[in-house]
């Protein structure tokens, strides 16, 4: 049997998700599959090419839902999971149909820090995953998606090996990267991988750029009524750390970072993980239902907007909006 796995790409939790489906397919499922691995990334237009769905079993985690038939698997926790009323209205059907395993197969909960997290409980649960040899994968795909970092200068400043990593994985431009990370991922521990030559390698040129970029978002970040706004579509910077804004400027409650890359032009929302508001979570913004707009998505805290790589004035107006708005909401909380 052939599994092709559909991962969130250039995220590190993307990446432990398809490690950990991998890990308990070949324990529970089937110890003889082969499996292959290709990235999904959210971009303006069709996120789905169906006649990627080659394999004998195809799986979509820490993704977005798809309708297909040939989706035989599904896994995802963002709260903007389906593109449209349709494929949600396509989801609640297979669930209701009794004749199939649709509810079997096909898992969501937008309560779950990580997807990673929410597999690891799933399968656990539903088939009897010993989930003991993942616990630290799972430990980290939750502080780092989650952001629970114990402070700015933690995420930024990237002692840790899991951090390290998510810098190779959201950097890279290399599609064989992770596909060959994602094996180990669910076999060897964090530090391990790190000493692998082929991460290795990558890290003091990636190391070197994220200094750069924390003194370009220092020079550009503009902090204003509890928003921060930067600009990086002229720079090749789309893989910045998130954290970096906040680090900078600790005061700030959301930051809105305007990026461009080959594929397309970003919008990135998020919210400071320090704000003292994060005790108060109703006077905070769902950032996924601003991004949910224009076509974007994500979580509460998080979330992006995505259009095509020459359509950066619609980019930078609809990020205008966004910062504008922002500011109003931050201001109303005070």
């Known amino acids: 049997m052939t599994v092709r796995v559909f ?36 971009r303006a237009g069709s996120l789905f090419d169906d006649s990627a769905f080659t394999g004998d079993e195809n799986a979509i985690v820490d993704f977005k839902y798809s309708p297909s038939p040939r989706v035989t698997w599904w896994f995802d926790h963002h709260l903007s999971a389906f593109l449209s009323p349709e494929d949600h209205a396509s989801y609640e059907q297979g669930l209701a149909d009794p004749t199939s395993n649709f509810r079997d197969r096909r898992f969501y909960d937008p309560h779950y820090t990580s997807c990673t997290s929410f597999i690891a409980d799933t399968v656990t ?10 616990a630290s994968l799972v430990h980290w795909a939750d502080i780092v998606d989650g952001a629970l970092y114990e402070s700015a200068q933690a995420a930024v400043e990237m002692r840790e090996a899991a951090m390290r990593l998510t810098l190779v994985i959201e950097s890279t431009s290399d599609d064989s990267f992770v596909p060959r990370l994602i094996p180990l991922l669910g076999t060897q521990s964090l530090e391990d991988i790190l000493e692998q030559p082929f991460v290795a390698e990558l890290l003091p040129p990636l190391l070197q750029k994220h200094r750069e970029a924390i003194e370009i978002i220092r020079e550009r970040a503009k902090l204003e009524q509890g928003t921060i706004f930067f600009d990086l579509a002229d720079r090749s910077l789309e893989g910045y750390n ?36 994060i005790k108060t979570p109703e006077k905070l913004v769902n950032l996924a239902a601003i991004c949910e707009r224009y076509g974007g998505g994500g979580h509460a805290r998080v979330g992006a907007i995505s259009f095509p790589p020459d359509r950066y004035d619609e980019a930078k107006e609809v990020a205008a909006i966004v910062v504008a708005e922002l500011r109003a909401a931050d201001q109303g909380a005070l």
């Open 125 to 134: 649960e539903r088939f009897g995953f010993d989930r003991s040899g993942v």
């Open 242 to 277: 998130k954290f970096i804004p906040y680090y900078l400027h600790p005061e700030a409650t959301y930051s809105v970072g305007l990026s461009r890359s080959s594929f397309r032009t970003k919008v990135a929302v998020g919210t400071n993980p320090w704000t003292p508001l």
């Open 7 to 42: 991962y969130h790409g250039n995220c590190f939790d993307g990446a432990c998700s398809a490690a950990l489906f991998t890990r308990f397919h070949r324990e529970r499922i089937d110890p003889s599959a082969t499996y292959e691995y290709q990235a999904l990334m959210h």
